[in-house]
């Protein structure tokens, strides 16, 4: 998996159709409003006693957002009214409050990531009072590859921010920058210096972050090759040890801030598969090892490790190497993965303030996994984080005949396979060079709710 693929245009123009990221299977949309409060802490009953208690992942959701980035599809809330973050942060650790006595104190709590919106709408003092709660009502792993993640805006991280971070346990940060191109930044209105984001990442280093990671997405309007490749260049330079290249995913009917985009100024589907051609020679280059999906990752990163070590892990924060956590989320529209089971908050404030402010937790919707679910879970969670699937491995751990249980799924793989993207064996089902951008194609075959009728379809983002 680890090698830069090869970049074929006509197959990837081929199979750009719509399709799940498959940051879990089921996919959110199979969530149901019939999962509620009482089935998470069910969950968190039947998890506390497994023989071997899974650690936890924290993930908080901090919706607020200072300015509307055009191209944005985030669950976030456009303010500059600062006295919002300080009412949210109170039900926050409520809901913190709320969920800690449901894990048994010897379930470490491994990986922590706040999200959003803009997680710096907290400001430093805001966000050490959010991590004592989680301190006080969970317990903390004093092991040396714990996690402590931030997402930040580098418009709006202030001096001395970065070294609180790093006092309160942060390690691992992520920067929004999508383009530096004065006209891009300008179509999508995100006004981002290189400078003030060089600073960022400089601080983050100064202060012994272990690893900072770079967002850039491709198929923005205006966007060049020469204006896309300096972009890459500067990002380069600054040798972040991680990049997500996404690309863009224009549905404006789903994302109401994308409206205010040119649909003229977009680059015609040739120019946006030169665009990621670009990126993906720029960063081969470089010393970029492909983890999968759009991320990359440079070779002594933990990513690029877990990868080589079979350990890697794909969840709603991406790739991570912590498999073996159980995911706790919270705030707004925040999901979690426990046990055999996911959980949504609800997506729109009001609603999750309501159920903090009568003290219940506010669960909206989720579904417990059957067997097949989790079979099929296994078995994707193989394809994207690895590009294969040991199929006697497989067997042995869910009891079937996979021949059998898999030939219609098997049957689906069949064009694919006569186009070089995957190769299947008796023992072993391996994403090519030639499929490696496309394993979320390659994923599909086996997702049972794609050829489900469905009461109202779900939609899905292309796959370039």
Same mark, same amino acid.
């Given at each position: 998996m680890a090698a830069i693929p090869p970049f074929d245009a006509d197959l990837l123009r081929r199979y750009d159709r719509?399709?799940? &990221?498959? /940051?879990?299977?089921?996919t959110a949309p199979q969530f149901k409003p019939g999962f509620g409060a009482a089935d998470f802490a069910r969950a968190a009953r039947l998890s506390n006693d497994d023989?071997?208690?899974r650690r936890l992942s924290l993930y908080a959701h901090v919706p607020f957002c200072f300015s509307p980035c055009f191209y944005c599809g985030c669950n976030r809330i456009i303010t500059r009214d600062k006295s919002r973050a300080g009412t949210y942060l109170s039900r926050l650790v409520r809901e913190v409050a709320m969920l800690g006595p449901l894990f048994d104190r010897d379930r470490e709590v491994l990986q922590i990531h706040l999200g959003g919106g803009t997680p710096n709408f907290f400001n430093a003092s805001q966000i050490a009072e959010l991590l004592e709660s989680f301190n006080t009502h969970f317990r903390?792993?004093?092991?040396? /590859? &714990? !996690?402590?993640s931030i997402e930040l805006d580098p418009r709006f991280v202030e001096g001395g921010d970065i070294e609180a971070l790093a006092f309160m346990g942060f390690n691992r940060a992520s920067l929004g920058?999508?383009?530096? !191109?004065?006209a891009v930044q300008a179509a999508v209105n995100r006004i981002q210096s290189v400078e003030e984001t060089q600073a960022v990442i400089d601080a983050c280093r100064r202060h012994g972050f272990r690893s900072v990671n770079v967002d850039l997405i491709y198929g923005l309007p205006l966007q060049t090759r020469a204006g896309f490749g300096k972009t890459l260049d500067t990002v380069i330079a600054t040798r972040p040890d991680r990049l997500a290249v996404y690309s863009y995913a224009h549905m404006p009917q789903l994302f109401r801030p994308q409206k205010q985009i040119d649909e003229s100024q977009l680059p015609s589907a040739e120019d946006k598969l030169g665009l990621l051609q670009l990126a993906i020679e720029k960063l081969s280059a470089a010393g970029y090892r492909y983890i999968g999906m759009d991320h990359f990752a440079l070779p002594g990163d933990d990513l690029s490790i877990a990868q080589e070590k079979g350990g890697l892990h794909r969840n709603f924060m991406g790739y991570t190497t912590h498999a073996d956590c159980d995911l706790v989320g919270m705030g707004v529209s925040a999901i979690s993965h426990v046990g055999d089971t996911y959980s949504q908050n609800p997506r729109d404030l009001p609603s999750w303030e309501i159920a903090i402010d009568n003290g219940h937790l506010p669960t909206w919707r989720g579904m417990q996994l059957d067997a097949d679910d989790n079979l099929r879970a296994d078995l994707i969670q193989q394809l994207m984080c690895q590009g294969e699937v040991d199929i006697p491995e497989l067997e042995e751990r869910h009891e079937i005949n996979f021949g059998?249980?898999?030939?219609? !799924?098997?049957? &689906?793989l069949v064009p694919l396979q006569a186009d070089g993207l995957v190769e299947v064996s008796p023992t072993r089902i391996t994403a090519t060079s030639r499929g490696r951008l496309l394993l979320r194609i390659i994923a599909a075959c086996f997702d049972r709710y794609l050829?489900?009728?469905?009461?109202e379809p779900a939609r899905f983002s292309k796959a370039i």
């Amino acid at each position: 998996m680890a090698a830069i693929p090869p970049f074929d245009a006509d197959l990837l123009r081929r199979y750009d159709r719509p399709g799940p &990221r498959y /940051t879990s299977y089921p996919t959110a949309p199979q969530f149901k409003p019939g999962f509620g409060a009482a089935d998470f802490a069910r969950a968190a009953r039947l998890s506390n006693d497994d023989p071997i208690p899974r650690r936890l992942s924290l993930y908080a959701h901090v919706p607020f957002c200072f300015s509307p980035c055009f191209y944005c599809g985030c669950n976030r809330i456009i303010t500059r009214d600062k006295s919002r973050a300080g009412t949210y942060l109170s039900r926050l650790v409520r809901e913190v409050a709320m969920l800690g006595p449901l894990f048994d104190r010897d379930r470490e709590v491994l990986q922590i990531h706040l999200g959003g919106g803009t997680p710096n709408f907290f400001n430093a003092s805001q966000i050490a009072e959010l991590l004592e709660s989680f301190n006080t009502h969970f317990r903390f792993s004093q092991s040396p /590859t &714990r !996690d402590f993640s931030i997402e930040l805006d580098p418009r709006f991280v202030e001096g001395g921010d970065i070294e609180a971070l790093a006092f309160m346990g942060f390690n691992r940060a992520s920067l929004g920058v999508q383009d530096f !191109d004065p006209a891009v930044q300008a179509a999508v209105n995100r006004i981002q210096s290189v400078e003030e984001t060089q600073a960022v990442i400089d601080a983050c280093r100064r202060h012994g972050f272990r690893s900072v990671n770079v967002d850039l997405i491709y198929g923005l309007p205006l966007q060049t090759r020469a204006g896309f490749g300096k972009t890459l260049d500067t990002v380069i330079a600054t040798r972040p040890d991680r990049l997500a290249v996404y690309s863009y995913a224009h549905m404006p009917q789903l994302f109401r801030p994308q409206k205010q985009i040119d649909e003229s100024q977009l680059p015609s589907a040739e120019d946006k598969l030169g665009l990621l051609q670009l990126a993906i020679e720029k960063l081969s280059a470089a010393g970029y090892r492909y983890i999968g999906m759009d991320h990359f990752a440079l070779p002594g990163d933990d990513l690029s490790i877990a990868q080589e070590k079979g350990g890697l892990h794909r969840n709603f924060m991406g790739y991570t190497t912590h498999a073996d956590c159980d995911l706790v989320g919270m705030g707004v529209s925040a999901i979690s993965h426990v046990g055999d089971t996911y959980s949504q908050n609800p997506r729109d404030l009001p609603s999750w303030e309501i159920a903090i402010d009568n003290g219940h937790l506010p669960t909206w919707r989720g579904m417990q996994l059957d067997a097949d679910d989790n079979l099929r879970a296994d078995l994707i969670q193989q394809l994207m984080c690895q590009g294969e699937v040991d199929i006697p491995e497989l067997e042995e751990r869910h009891e079937i005949n996979f021949g059998v249980y898999f030939a219609e !799924d098997l049957a &689906r793989l069949v064009p694919l396979q006569a186009d070089g993207l995957v190769e299947v064996s008796p023992t072993r089902i391996t994403a090519t060079s030639r499929g490696r951008l496309l394993l979320r194609i390659i994923a599909a075959c086996f997702d049972r709710y794609l050829y489900q009728p469905q009461a109202e379809p779900a939609r899905f983002s292309k796959a370039i």
